[in-house]
């Protein structure tokens, strides 16, 4: 038998690399013009009414898992992911915005969202896929050639860790449970079907372009979640009472700040900060940027008009309010952290210079402080003192003012300690 190389062979496979990088050139260039040609007459369906080519959609969920996975492999999550608080928030939130296409326990995904492609999955069978920190990579960061968008703001990371905490426990809820911790009103009307983490073996809605949708990734039973209902309706108040309570001072065991204890000016520049973005928060910019004037300012009176009442308290331990007094009162000489009272006790004679802070959400007022101190909020001003101040309070001393000034009665703040010489006295 001949070792030597027949002439066809030999065109295949030169002995040299270098005699194959004409045909490379030429079978690339051959490659780009018929794909341009393809591209530039239009003859690619990208109709969502077509269902993807058998084995796509499953290689676009493959590429996208490793994807997630590489980037979020040195993410980690806060020590309190799994707190009630933390919790509740995302619940309200997935409640209003993420349930629109991927559902909730004990109803089914909207026809909407099933005709979009690639479909949004049913999350409470396929949460398991992924741990906290890809969960956290894809709610902030979105999917590219999905409906998946990302996070309206990328400097709340504080935000996306709360929609992660409430992801982890979804498959577990019922629809019940569900609907208690977004602080729905369940409609009697309308039953909630089973709660399932099969999917929908037998499905209600016939989706007729959809093509088949495996049961344990998609749920097509009813009732299925309205799309869109998240929008501010003619009663705009309404739209805030899932999150601040009617009373406006929040719900109970919930970390979102009392608006009673706000003036109007104060009200209307919030709202509007966060309407254009100004103020980052990946919650209030999609509610408030619906907002008219006349709305914003309706809202100013109604919710400033109503009895000032401490936010629903938080236990804290007597070591811990005793440490926050220390810093309200006398601040952190040490660090050179003037004391809080300085400015904020100044809120009983001119509320309107300094923001009323006694009786504040417990939870609302640490975010508010680690954002300060991580430089997300306060840089619009030149002359705001709190990210510098912040930025010398370690986690600790930020637990501990925040939990003092929550216990502090709304009507009667506690007394500034007279200091000759610190900064309140140059202002």
Known sequence: MSLRRSPALAALFPPRLSQLLGPIIVAGSIAFIVALIVITSGRLDLTASTPHPEGWADLLHYVFRRSVAHHAADLKPPADLDADQRVIKGAVYYSRVCANCHAAPGFGQSPIALGLRPQPQYLATQIKLFDAPQLFWIVKHGVKYSA?????TQD???????????????????????????????????APAPMTTEGSSHPDIVMDSAGPLPAAAYSTARPAVAFGRGTVGADAAQACVQCHGSDGAGRP????????????VTFKKAVTDY???????????????????????????A?????????????????????GEAIAIGGVPAGKVEACQNCHEINRADHKFYPAIAGQNRWYLRDQLQLYRAGHRGLDSPVNPMPRIAHDLDDAQIEAV??????????????VAEKPGTAATKR
């Open 275 to 301: 309407a254009t973005g100004v103020r980052h928060s990946g919650y209030m910019q999609p509610v408030a940027a619906q907002l008219t004037d006349v709305q914003i300012d309706a809202l100013a009176v």
């Open 148 to 152: 998946m968008p990302a996070w309206p």
């Open 402 to 415: 925040s939990a003092w000034y929550a216990a502090q009665p709304p009507e009667a703040p506690q007394p």
């Open 253 to 264: 065991g919930a970390p979102f700040p009392n608006l009673a204890l706000l003036d109007r």
């Open 303 to 323: 919710f400033t008009a109503r009895r000032r009442m401490p936010a629903p308290q938080f236990a804290a331990t007597p070591a811990q309010l005793a440490a």
């Open 156 to 190: 709340r990371d504080d935000e996306i860790w709360s929609i992660v905490a409430f992801l982890r426990i979804l498959p577990r809820l019922d629809s019940a449970r569900y609907l208690a911790l977004a602080g729905a009103t369940p409609d009697p009307a309308a």
